[in-house]
């Protein structure tokens, strides 16, 4: 049984950093792709971070990236998200997921539909 559960989310004025983790039982978060994704009010939820399997390589949304960094331990197995220079547009609710088919990076890496497990996020407030 698959389980992510996200914490580190919280409020935070603009400038500043908040660090995401996202623990996983289950299986071995090295073996997949993972990725951070966020849906803010009335908004689509979207991809902002993927790293594929063994960490080899990661991905970022364009309005990320430079300040945001995704990271994984291996042996505590638990994905981070280190998200830096804040701004209010990045106001959401934060999710982990794990693609439980692929190891490596198709192209759609930041797409909501390759994801097969989620957790069920952590709020992150920049004013």
């Known amino acids: 049984h698959v389980q992510l559960v996200e914490s580190g989310g919280g409020s935070v004025q603009a400038g500043g950093s908040l660090r995401l983790s996202c623990a996983a039982s289950?299986?071995?978060?090295?073996?997949?792709?993972m990725g951070w994704f966020r849906q803010a009010p009335g908004k689509e939820r979207e991809g902002g971070a993927a790293?594929?399997?063994?960490?080899?390589?990661?991905s970022y949304a364009d309005s990320v990236q430079g300040r945001l960094t995704i990271s994984q331990d291996k042996d505590k197995n638990i994905l981070y998200l280190q998200m830096n220079n804040l701004k209010p547009e990045d106001t959401a609710m934060y999710y982990c997921?794990?693609?439980?088919?692929?190891?490596?990076?198709?192209?759609?890496?930041?797409?909501?539909?390759?994801?097969?497990?989620w957790g069920h996020g952590t709020q992150v407030t920049v004013s």
């Open positions: 997921a794990v693609d439980h088919v692929h190891a490596r990076f198709t192209g759609d890496e930041l797409k909501d539909w390759q994801y097969s497990y």
């Open positions: 289950g299986y071995t978060h090295s073996s997949y792709c």
């Open positions: 790293i594929e399997s063994g960490a080899s390589r990661t």
